[in-house]
């Protein structure tokens, strides 16, 4: 068969685990008796929305990263001009609540003694409008951009600084008040969406339950395009450039498709985040953010997609845990962490829990299967 | 341009390449017939793989020509072009795509359509299957088709690179040094595999083992500082004093 069947072992593990959590997380936070042990509170359900956004910008990352060799230390860019533009839809709801109570202008143009909605605020009350801004503006620019890089064969590290220079720019672009996107204070004080209070844990159940369902849907996109004979180039790619090409394949197209799908998932991705966090500003731009994901990504097995997310989780949780426990040394232990994977375990957690598996098997004594994580393995 | 009516399947003519300054091709003139079993010999730094990426385009010459079936401007067309057109190009050392199967490195180099919707949405054909079958065989890797490619010996992975080079249905195979690294056995075999394709297809073969050169019994082009030294066959271009100075050793 040229596919390998998109709901393999992997793929009905994954998705499970992630029904259960979009049934357990609302139940267990609206109909468990407040107080009880199996309450989950209410600011909990929005912080796990979180992580599940960072499962699905994780994802997005290894779908180039893993299967396709494009290390990008910018995708927090696409991430956030997602966020942006959910951001835009949300603040024109806000209408005449706001403190300047403007009917049009939210209160940041206000402040800036702006007369008119600039011309690119346009449509963005219209909540399709600003859903398909959510996968356009991140997939035009991942279009342009890697038109100009992969045509012009940029690759490796010289690839990873540009994308690096890309998101930088676009911070310091979005710090400046007169962008029209709120500068350093970006886009906040947000009401409701479709009509729905923000801020009620009814609609944050409900926000949670959509990014599972996106990040499921995610994933069944990856799995999809890396089972292809279309992700079978791309390993290609990954692993003997030259080759490919040689054989008749025009690399910069695989890649720019690739590449672009991402962009848009990371978007779709922002999207989701804003809504759960309240807030979007031009700190979601910063460097080290896109790096963080990266390392996401290697923490949790670079190229298997469901390391990804894991990956995704297990640090976040970290974070969350060490920043309210340790704060000084959380930076500390996630260099330390990325450190420790590069050298003892290259596939990361999937990897160094599937080479156990592999073992335990064996020594039970029935016969190695082929493994359902093999999606593409990497070389180190 | 009009094309030059050229009998030849490959044509080179005074063809120079220049790395700063340094000429690594040197007005050199070369022409292959259809079905024409070539072997290139020379020094390193004779121009052998210069020439070759200028046949498939990794290179552009600083001038000359070099045309394909006498029509296809090759000095102007990228990799995956030429590739289209019918030649197909085996490494030095050999490539394939380690952390795929034997059976998809044959996959992906059959004779398809290449663009990335195309292979999105491309199902193996039973045609498909049967020309991976008949490579297997041919190759001799049917025991080892669902082993990764990274998995198979030196020898085996040549092997296994001159087959998606034959999925490719090229018209001319360019080959660089297939016997390195091979067993006096694995190279007589290999010796015999390409007597066999070149039966139906053009075939340059770039190699330093003279033993090699003489299993394969064909007309022999001696390069040398980036042009032709000496043209024939083995006996006659061995037995040429340039040669025996610049190459063989006295």
């Known amino acids: 068969m040229t596919t390998q069947s998109v709901l393999d072992k992997q793929s009905i593990v994954v998705l499970s685990l992630l029904a259960a959590v979009a049934v357990l997380v609302p139940v267990l936070n609206g109909l468990a008796v407040p107080g009880s042990a199996l309450h989950l509170s209410d600011h909990l359900v929005p912080l796990l929305g979180k992580y599940i956004c960072f499962a699905l910008l994780a994802l997005s990352v290894d779908l180039i990263w893993g299967y396709c060799g494009i290390l990008s230390l910018g995708h927090g860019a696409f991430f956030a001009l997602g966020g942006y533009a959910m951001g835009m839809y949300l603040m024109r709801q806000i209408g005449p609540r706001g403190v300047y109570a403007h009917p049009v202008l939210p209160d940041f143009m206000v402040f800036l003694n702006w007369k008119d909605l600039p011309w690119f605020w346009y449509g963005f009350d219209v909540f399709p409008f600003a859903m398909l801004m959510v996968l356009l503006v991140p997939g035009i620019l991942a279009f342009i951009f890697g038109w100009l890089a992969f045509r012009s064969r940029v690759t490796g590290v010289y690839l990873s600084i540009i994308t690096q220079a890309m998101t930088y720019a676009l911070m310091l672009a979005f710090f400046r008040n007169n962008m029209g996107f709120g500068g350093n204070n970006g886009l906040t004080d947000f009401k409701d969406i479709l009509g729905f209070p923000l801020q009620s844990a009814s609609t944050r159940r409900v926000l949670f339950v959509l990014s599972v369902a996106a990040l499921g849907a995610g994933y069944l996109l990856c799995r999809w395009l890396v089972g292809s004979k279309f992700g079978k180039v791309l390993v290609a790619v990954r692993d003997a450039e030259s080759r490919t090409r040689f054989l008749g394949y025009r690399v910069e197209h695989y890649k720019l498709a690739v590449f672009t799908i991402s962009a848009m998932l990371a978007g779709v991705a922002g999207a989701l985040y804003v809504p759960q966090v309240g807030i979007i500003n031009p700190s979601e731009f910063a460097p080290a953010n896109s790096i963080e994901l990266v390392i996401w990504v290697a923490v949790g097995g670079r190229g298997t997609l469901a390391g990804a997310i894991l990956g995704a989780l297990v640090v976040n949780a970290g974070k969350t845990w060490f920043t309210g426990a340790l704060p000084e040394f959380w930076l500390f232990a996630l260099g330390g962490l990325f450190i420790f994977v590069t050298l003892f375990t290259p596939r990361g957690i999937l990897g160094a829990g599937q080479g156990l598996w592999e073992r335990a098997k064996q020594m039970l004594g029935s016969k190695p299967s082929r493994s359902s994580f093999s999606g593409g393995g990497v070389v180190p | ?250």
């Open chain 2, 1 to 250: 341009m009009s094309a030059p009516v050229t009998p030849t399947l490959l044509y080179l003519d005074d063809i120079t390449v220049s790395f700063d300054g340094f000429r690594a091709l040197n007005s050199l003139s070369l022409a292959i017939d259809h079905a024409e079993m070539r072997a290139i010999i020379g020094p390193n730094g004779a121009g052998k793989t210069t020439m070759m990426d200028v046949i498939t385009g990794k290179t552009r010459p600083d001038q000359g020509t070099a045309l394909f079936e006498g029509s296809h401007d090759l000095t102007v067309l990228d990799e995956a072009a030429i590739a289209e057109l019918g030649i197909g190009r085996k490494f030095q050392t050999p490539t394939v795509f380690e952390m795929h199967s034997v059976e998809d490195n044959l996959l992906l180099a059959i004779k398809d359509k290449r663009g990335p919707f195309l292979t999105l949405f491309s199902r193996r054909t039973t045609l498909e299957r049967e020309r991976i079958e008949v490579l297997l065989e041919r190759i001799r890797l049917t025991a080892h088709r669902y082993r990764k490619a990274g998995e198979l010996s030196h020898g085996q992975k040549q092997w296994l690179e001159i087959g998606m080079l034959l999925a490719q249905e090229p018209k001319l195979l360019l080959i660089d040094e297939p016997a390195a690294g091979m067993t006096d056995q694995e190279t007589a075999d290999t010796a015999e595999l390409l007597r066999d394709i070149a039966k139906t297809k053009a075939v340059v073969v770039v190699e330093h083992d003279m033993t090699f050169v003489r299993d394969l019994n064909v007309k022999v082009t001696c390069l040398h500082d980036g042009s032709v030294l000496a043209e024939g066959s083995l006996d006659a271009v061995s037995a040429n004093e340039r040669v025996v100075e610049v190459y063989l050793g006295r």
